[in-house]
Each structure stands twice: as C-alpha cells, then as structure tokens.
C-alpha cells in the first residue's frame, strides 16, 4: 500500500541551525514526491516537488529511491519557516492524480 | 486572481442531520478533489473529479458521503445522517490539466457534529 511517514510531529530549532524535515514513503512504482507548506492562518500551498529539482526559500528535497526518502533540508532556518510541513505522494501514471499526505511536522524556529 | 473559495468556512450541525459543502475552484481547473482533515493528521483523499465525472471516488468512508460537479466546476460534497466521527476539516483542491501533482487548496469548511 501507498503511505507516506513523517516520524517528528515538532521539530523544534534555533534561528539560523540546519533543518531537516524526514518523510519516508512506501511505493511500488516510480512514486513524484511533494512538499506541502501551511504558514498560520493560511491555506495548505506547494512548498517544492522533486521533479523541478529546485531550491524554494532556501529549502531544497533529493529524492532517494534506495532509502525511499524524501527528505526536506534548509542549511539556516528563518522565523519565518515556522509552519507545518507535509510530505505528500502522487502515483505518477495513468491518471491517478490523488495525493497520499504524510501526518505532517510541524517546524518552529525560535529567535 | 481569485483563489479556491469554499463555504462556509465553519458549519456546526447535529448527529443526524444532513449537510453540504460547497467547493469553488480556479477557472480552467478541469481536476477537483475533496480532502478530509482530522486533528493532527495530513489530508486524507475524499474523491477526484476530472471534470464533470467521478475519476476516483475510492477515499469516501461510507455510502453516506456523495459529491457531485454537475457542471465541471463548482462541487458539493454531501453528508447524510452526520456522525460525530465526521468532524474535520474538509479541505477542495483544484489543479490545471498539465501540473496534476500541483494542486491548490481552499481554505477549508470546518465541520463539527455534536
């Protein structure tokens, strides 16, 4: 079955220490994986996907089919990334466009 | 431009009672899909419409969740005989035909069943 894990639910840091946000996931196929961001007060919005490859915010995610992980990673953490964090994946053919969240973490960045 | 909108943002009901949500999405998003939200979990896939049609209905829990898209654009996900079980947060996305994985999320109706 499909499933996605998020093993910290609060992952707490200093400003300006490296953030790593774990997501593992259980796929048999060739899985597209997702980072989903909800700031306070605000609607759940794409953070970054692994196909782009790109950094968003400082944060970038390499996918790793050996260890099946897709793991979130910002060298120097802002205030401003206090969020929650989801870790989603979508089956990446025929059409199946349903996205499988992990439980989520939420990251707060202390002055 | 304008987001996904949904109503109403909040809806406090009875066990038993029926209820609707109303979903509105991006214009020129042909994929919808329902989410449902539960404290401290990730959403959780309702159902997917491409279109008009139900492409993958698979994540209703029972025959009383039905959602319809008469029109290709605004939904209405229904809840006959409301469970205090149902009590979440019901969260619609929309995605445009060539990013299906990104998808744009609405505020959120958060349902309570006393």
């Known amino acids: 079955a499909q499933r996605v894990t998020q093993p910290e639910k609060l992952l707490s840091v200093f400003k300006g220490a490296p953030v790593e946000l774990k997501c593992n996931y259980s796929?048999?196929?060739?899985?597209?994986l997702f980072w989903y961001v909800q700031y306070s007060r605000q609607r759940l919005q794409l953070l970054l996907r692994?196909?782009s490859r790109e950094s968003i915010k400082g944060f970038t995610a390499d996918l790793n089919k050996g260890e099946t992980s897709f793991h979130l990673k910002k060298p120097f953490a802002q205030e401003e990334d206090s969020a929650m964090y989801y870790c989603?994946?979508?089956?990446?053919?025929?059409?199946?466009?349903?996205?499988?969240f992990g439980a989520g973490t939420r990251l707060a960045v202390h002055p | 431009g304008a987001g996904v909108s949904q109503t109403p943002s909040n809806k406090v009901t009875e066990k038993g009672k029926y209820v609707e949500l109303r979903c509105d999405p991006i214009?020129?998003?042909?994929?919808l899909y329902w989410y449902r939200q539960s404290l401290g979990q990730g959403p959780e896939f309702l159902i997917y419409?491409?279109?008009?049609?139900?492409?993958?209905d698979s994540g209703l829990p029972n025959d009383r969740f039905f959602a319809v898209r008469p029109e290709g654009s605004v939904s209405t996900l229904k809840i006959q005989r409301t469970e205090r079980g149902d009590s979440a947060v019901y969260l619609c996305?929309?995605?445009?035909?060539?990013?299906?994985?990104?998808?744009?999320f609405g505020p959120g109706t958060r349902l309570t069943v006393l």
């Open positions: 996305a929309s995605s445009s035909p060539g990013s299906p994985g990104e998808q744009f």
């Open positions: 796929y048999s196929g060739s899985p597209e």
């Open positions: 692994h196909i």
């Open positions: 989603a994946l979508r089956k990446f053919s025929g059409g199946y466009n349903k996205l499988i």
């Open positions: 214009s020129g998003h042909t994929a």
């Open positions: 419409f491409q279109g008009t049609g139900a492409a993958d």
